[in-house]
């Protein structure tokens, strides 16, 4: 039993003790830094939130699911002494995609966050745009064509909307676009639905290792077609445990059908994938 206060000798090997702690995760962290994977992560909670980490530590956010859980899930996957996430990209400001990323406002420091032309008024967005004015973060509109490179390895290509989004909707005027890292390549969809997966068929000519499926693995999204063309090898559908109408049995059968291997939040819990640019690696489940 450890008396309170402590003898000398014992505090000092107490010390010691938190200072190798403190040493080890930090050599670790620098390790993982220097690494040449991407890790990404789709996790499974209430709405839909991913994380993209990148070597030279680089940290980026795709929404943040409802309510406030995301900032306990990233505790978890960031180590504990990084409080900083470098970019945000909202797909789209609703809230099971928007919620959560409030209080990554709060608790982490922002260097800048990607939005695309949203259409429609929103007292949520209207709120978070005020937040991010507040702490001064850079609020910047992506549009179709645009590029973002990261300086250690990692590419963004944004694929829609164009810079005046022709849809009335915030799902079809979602933020979609395709992550690059070496040769491997993986779409982010947002809520999407087949009008706009028909524009992407007819604008782009890729296949794809890694789809996020669009709008939870809606019945209106993953139409054969879109699954046709981008190929994907794998998916991941992000669905919470709660929802009762997603993902739809016609999209799971789909999957089926083109032997795309499919994982699921609400069934797969959190998933994660280690990408190492020339083949990609599933951590978990
Ligand atoms: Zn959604």
Redesign the pocket.
């Known amino acids: 039993m450890i008396n309170f206060p402590l003898e000398k000798d014992t505090f000092l090997v107490f010390l010691f003790l938190i200072f190798i702690f403190v040493f080890v995760s930090f050599t670790f962290y620098q390790q993982e830094k220097l690494s040449l994977k991407a890790k990404v992560v789709f996790f499974d909670l209430q ?2 939130a991913s994380l993209i980490q990148l070597p030279g530590g680089i940290d980026i956010l795709i929404d943040g699911g409802e309510g406030n859980d995301l900032c306990y899930e990233l505790e978890k996957e960031l180590p504990f002494f990084d409080k900083k996430v470098d970019y945000i990209f909202l797909s ?1 400001p ?1 809230k ?2 928007l919620e959560g990323l409030f209080c990554v406002l709060d608790f982490y420091e922002v260097d800048e966050i990607f939005i695309a032309d949203f259409p429609q008024k929103s007292f949520l967005f209207e709120e978070f745009l005020k937040k991010a004015k507040k702490e001064n973060i850079k609020v910047e509109k992506l549009s179709a064509g645009d590029m973002i490179e990261f300086p250690f390895g990692g590419r963004i290509f944004v694929l829609w909307p164009p810079q005046e989004c022709i849809f009335d909707n915030f ?1 079809d005027c979602s933020l979609v676009f395709l992550f690059l890292f070496g040769k491997e390549k993986i779409l982010f969809t ?2 999407i639905s087949e009008r706009v997966e028909k524009i992407l068929e007819f604008n782009y000519d890729f296949k794809v290792d890694l789809l996020k499926v669009a ?2 693995g809606s019945k209106y999204s993953s139409s054969p077609d879109f699954l046709e063309k981008f190929s994907p090898q794998m998916a991941v559908i992000i669905a919470s445990k709660n929802d009762k109408y997603h993902p739809s049995q016609r999209v799971l059968e789909a999957f089926e059908k083109e032997k795309i291997k499919t994982f699921i939040t609400k069934k797969d819990g959190k998933i994660k994938f280690f990408s190492y640019g020339d083949s990609l690696e599933i951590v978990s489940p």
């Open positions: 709405g839909e789209h609703e099971d995609h799902n947002g809520d709008h939870h």
